[in-house]
């Protein structure tokens, strides 16, 4: 089959082409707003987002709060945005957990998107709406839930049938977005309907502009007023601002590296895009540059390099580069996906990923802050609250003029005033040292080529930098800086400028008017300072003694090498969209700073003994000085810059080890024993499949999972037959999803399995197995056990692959007509009648010990055998549980990442699952991998009081399966000013009415 999504397809004739100037559009815009969003708070012309008339740099982090099930932690993840200067959060909507049964919404407890709401203007946060109904995001089905799999319309398009399954979700999480719109008082400014409606099938007739149309009518009809924003995979110009189905603002996204991250060091030849500056302004000339979704990490499937490779190739050099080059683009609505990934517990993921969804983000999975691509991205994100100026901007073509070397490419961005210079390398993944000369241009001074004191520039390794002339710090001119630009503040009787350069660079930078009398060097040596006609250059070597100057009497400017840098915040107050005017050094995290008369108030983490220094904004009589609520000790100076010393004291605190808990266990498929009953099961009776993308069924009945409501995990078929004696092998095509395994029992006897692997080739596998003899006219079962790893995404258009069924696809036994097997099934209690409302509709699976409910806290473990747990295992195949509980007394005013990890060195095929007080947290497959770490977040975890832990283990092979090492880890630990973290609901075990 062939895709035609990605071929650019000739532009539409554009209603705004052609130079328009700013007057104009503000009209344009305006009109635009009253005619279609009855708002006029989110506005926008063709340089940016303007909120209340004020433009604002949409610096946006991509985060799933559905990917983190603990509610009162979601400001702990939004403040660590915050912290890092962004001014806006983006998150999808997962519609499969809020609509698992047709019909019934429900968005409560850990799926109630209030407390995001709240996080978010707490933190100071702008929202992104992206309720999809489709989203794609490794999620299971791309977020349709699995009901759909027998829906009669096809998927993503214009069919009645579909359209009204979405109407439910739709009016209800639109109604919940609405209330949550600036509009209200909310957080939310911008909604994207659909994701990537992008790649379709030859032959389809792409795009349809009533779907769309009609997408967006469901959330306008509940009460979406602001401005709507499109998501193209590629700019083809599919939805645009002026297409007869329109968004009021275009966008794409890009993830230019790609996703192999087993060669974290290589860049692909082609990576950098260098043609959206031009196809934008053709595409939609009336709306601002925006990158919907950048890319921030990677996904990583079963068998792949993982998510700490992901973080090496999209690393701090990676944003410098690419994000750089974005900015040169003129992106002011830039998202970054994921800035934080999380996990994909509970069932929640597509079958391509595995439970962490960690995506090597700037936060990692474990909320730790420690990677460089944090901080690097702190200095970049806080450029933009400093330098308006950027967002209007003229772009120009990059080019050869602005520099002396080839190697080198400029992209300049010009006002009348401010400009900026845009700098990389022209092979941009080059790792050379190249040294180079810049044109810029001043409006005193008239071109200029820097640096004046040295030789060169340069560009170290993998970066790309940005150099500013004409920029405007306060009341001072920066004639030009070579050094970037962290952060400046000015106070009433100073201004503090914070620059910062790679080590061992030389830079520069001009002040214009004279030196004064006092002009210093404050502190740090080597700085030279030279006059000139009209303005003073300070040049310096990058080293790590840090260099501070004082020059026109009252500019103080610190001249940092960019580790140091990356110590340094600008911490936002509680609840304030922009930041604050203190600048603080403080090591790993600083979240929020309160002034209050003479006391200065910072909540943050630490995770050594920290210096802390004020360089500017403190009182100028500073009394108290507060960190985490408690005063200390702290000097100020004659300048008011105020040190102190927060002590890192190390926690001191027990942790179970695994090995020595006392263990039960249960078999966890009592399906294979001689009298176990299958009454209960459902009977796979449907003659016709109501799939209608996989309509051809090559068995007597469906065996779908699907077309019996089960989605989740663990399927279980049992099949009975009256032997004719004439049997010796037993063929079946069973399906899972990528990585996805399977076993066959006839009665208690193993018959065999398909033990899995992380090829396309094996999403399904057709088994033929040999079969003892058989007693001729004895009745036999066979239990199948399947693991289904989480439905597709749907991502080509009208491709419906979310409606890949799971289960069984076709057998043949010898002699037989299928039809002489009669099938049952089971997948999770209920199947979409799911019964832990709490947990979601995706948590549990179909094994035993998920249906009876013995996942969850305080099952009756009483009459189980004793265990040594994991470790012992199985010596032939089978699935088993063990269960035990332990209780955690950590120390508060501590975060303490905690993970549980599978330690084995041997490749023996099993899977494995982790529930945590009766939250799957954790599917393992020792096989294949790669992940055997398992975070569980607090609020999961009791910190305080009794945990439930329980591992299943499927054995799949003979000779059985033992896990060699099952041990609880801690990660980094930090003491932290975050406040209390509640528990996620974790109703216990209750005896279940009807459970088989
Ligand atoms: C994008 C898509 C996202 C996510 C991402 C990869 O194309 O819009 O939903 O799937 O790719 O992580």
């Known amino acids: 089959m062939l895709l035609s999504g990605l071929r650019l397809l000739p532009l539409l004739p554009l209603a705004w082409v052609g130079g328009v100037d700013g007057r104009a559009v503000d009209t344009v815009a305006a009109a635009k707003v009253e005619s279609r969003q009855q708002q006029n708070i989110v506005t926008w012309d063709d340089k940016s987002l303007m909120i209340n008339g004020e433009r604002l740099m949409i610096f946006s982090a991509e985060v799933h709060p559905f990917r983190l099930p603990v509610t009162s932690l979601w400001l702990d993840v939004l403040q660590k945005i915050k912290a890092m200067g962004y001014t806006c959060v983006s998150f999808y909507i997962d519609w499969f957990l809020l609509e698992g049964k047709q019909g019934e919404f429900r968005a409560e407890g850990i799926f109630d998107l209030e407390p995001f709401f709240e996080a978010a203007k707490q933190a100071g946060l702008y929202l992104l709406a992206r309720p999809g109904p489709y989203i794609n995001a490794e999620v299971a089905g791309g977020g349709f839930p699995g009901w759909l799999q027998r ?20 009016a209800n999480i639109g109604r919940i977005i609405a209330e949550a719109q600036i509009t209200n008082g909310g957080p939310v400014i911008l909604y994207q309907p659909e994701n990537e409606y992008q790649s379709y099938l030859e032959g389809y007739e792409f795009p349809d502009y009533e779907y769309w149309e009609n997408v967006d009518r469901q959330f306008r009809d509940a009460g979406i007023v602001v401005p709507s924003i499109n998501n193209e995979a590629h700019m083809n110009a599919y939805i645009t601002t002026s297409t007869p189905a329109s968004v009021d603002i275009y966008g794409h996204d890009s993830y230019p590296l790609g996703f192999d991250c087993f060669n974290p060091t290589v860049w692909p030849e082609d990576g950098l895009p260098t043609d959206w500056l031009e196809l934008n302004n053709q595409i939609a000339p009336d709306s601002p540059y925006a990158l919907v979704e950048f890319q921030g990490g990677g996904f990583q499937p079963p068998g792949g390099a993982g998510f700490e490779a992901c973080s090496q190739l999209l690393n701090h050099e990676f944003e410098r580069v690419i994000y750089k080059n ?16 999380g996990t994909n517990w509970g069932n929640l993921g597509h079958a391509e990923g595995y439970s962490s969804y960690d995506y090597g983000a700037q936060i990692t999975e474990e909320r730790l802050v420690y990677r460089e691509k944090y901080s690097e991205m702190k200095l970049q994100a806080n450029f933009f609250h400093v330098s308006p100026a950027y967002l209007v901007a003229d772009r120009f073509n990059s080019s050869l003029e602005w520099t002396d070397n080839e190697a080198i490419t400029v992209t300049p961005a010009i006002t009348d005033t401010t400009k900026f210079y845009i700098a990389r390398h022209t092979q941009y993944d080059s790792t050379e040292t190249v040294p180079y000369r810049l044109k810029v241009q001043t409006v005193g001074f008239g071109d200029l080529t820097v640096p004046q004191l040295s030789d060169s520039l340069y560009l170290t390794r993998r970066d790309s930098k940005i150099h500013v002339s004409d920029y405007l710090v306060g009341d001072k001119n920066l004639v030009y800086s070579t050094a970037e630009i962290f952060t400046w503040k000015k106070y009433s009787d100073k201004t503090v400028l914070v620059v910062y350069g790679g080590p061992d660079e030389h830079h520069e930078l001009a002040v214009e008017g004279r030196g004064s ?48 840098a990356y110590n340094f915040w600008v911490p936002p107050e509680p609840a304030q969209v922009g930041t604050s005017s203190v600048i603080v050094k403080a090591g790993y995290l600083i979240r929020t700073v309160e002034v209050d008369d003479a006391t200065l108030s910072f909540v943050g983490d630490v995770n050594a003994t920290t210096t802390i220094e004020v360089i500017g904004g ?6 108290t000085l507060n960190f985490n609520g408690r005063s200390l000790p702290f000097e100020q100076d004659e300048r008011g810059v105020v040190t102190a010393t927060v002590e890192f004291r190390k926690p001191r605190f027990k942790l179970p080890s695994c090995s020595r808990l006392k263990w039960k266990k249960i078999d966890a498929l009592p399906e294979l024993q001689p009298d176990y009953s299958d009454d209960a099961w459902t009977v796979a009776d449907l003659k016709e499949t109501p799939n209608t993308a996989f ?11 699907g077309d019996y409501g089960y989605h989740t995990r663990t399927l279980i078929y049992r099949g009975h037959f009256t032997a004719n004696g004439g049997e010796s092998t037993f063929f079946i095509q069973t399906q899972g999803g990528m990585a996805f395994g399977s076993s066959v029992w006839l009665d208690d006897k193993f018959i065999g399995s398909f033990v899995g692997d992380s090829t396309w080739e094996s999403t399904n596998a057709n088994s033929t197995y040999e079969l003892p003899a058989l007693e001729k006219g004895r009745q036999y079962v066979f239990t199948v056990v399947i693991d289904n790893m989480g439905l597709n995404n749907n991502y080509v258009i009208p491709e419906e692959k979310q409606k890949i069924p799971r289960g069984i696809l076709d057998y043949e036994l010898e002699g037989h007509p299928k039809s002489d097997i009669s099938w049952k099934l089971t997948g999770n209690l209920g199947g979409e009648n799911y019964l832990d409302k709490d947990r979601g509709p995706l948590n549990e699976g179909g094994l035993f010990i998920e249906r009876q409910g013995y996942h969850l806290p305080v099952a009756p473990t009483k009459y189980w055998d004793y265990s040594k747990g994991p470790t012992e ?34 490749a023996v095929a099993y899977r494995a699952q982790i529930f945590v007080n009766g939250y799957q947290f954790g599917t393992y497959v020792n096989h294949i991998g790669p992940q055997s770490r398992y975070p569980v977040p607090q609020g999961i975890l009791n910190y305080h009081g009794t945990n439930y832990l329980g591992v299943t283990l499927w054995a ?6 033992k896990v060699e090492g099952f041990e609880i880890r801690v990660g980094t630990v930090t003491a932290t000013g975050y406040g209390n973290i509640e528990m996620a609901p974790t109703p216990a075990w209750k005896r279940r009415e009807g459970a088989y």
């Open 618 to 623: 403190a009182p100028e009589k500073l009394e």
């Open 517 to 564: 009398d006092d002009d210093e060097v404050v502190e740090g040596s080597d700085v030279t300072v030279e006059q000139r006609d009209g303005y003073t250059i300070l040049g310096w070597a990058v080293s790590p003694e840090r260099k501070v100057v004082r020059v026109h009497g009252d500019l103080y400017i610190y001249l940092l090498e960019r580790n140091e």
């Open 956 to 961: 799949m092979e003979e000779g059985g399966a």
């Open 326 to 341: 974005n900015y040169a683009v003129g992106a002011t609505i830039f998202n970054i996906y994921m800035t934080f990934g």
């Open 873 to 906: 295992g199985l010596t032939k195949p089978g699935i088993v549980y063990y269960a035990t509980s332990f209780d955690l007394n950590l120390p508060t005013g501590y975060d303490i990442p905690i993970s549980f990890e599978f330690v084995n060195t041997t």
């Open 695 to 705: 309509p051809d069924l090559r068995t007597p009945t469906s065996l779908y999972a």
């Open 151 to 170: 829906v009669q319309g096809r998927l993503r398009t214009n069919d009645a049938a579909y359209l009204e399954a979405t109407a439910n979700y739709s």
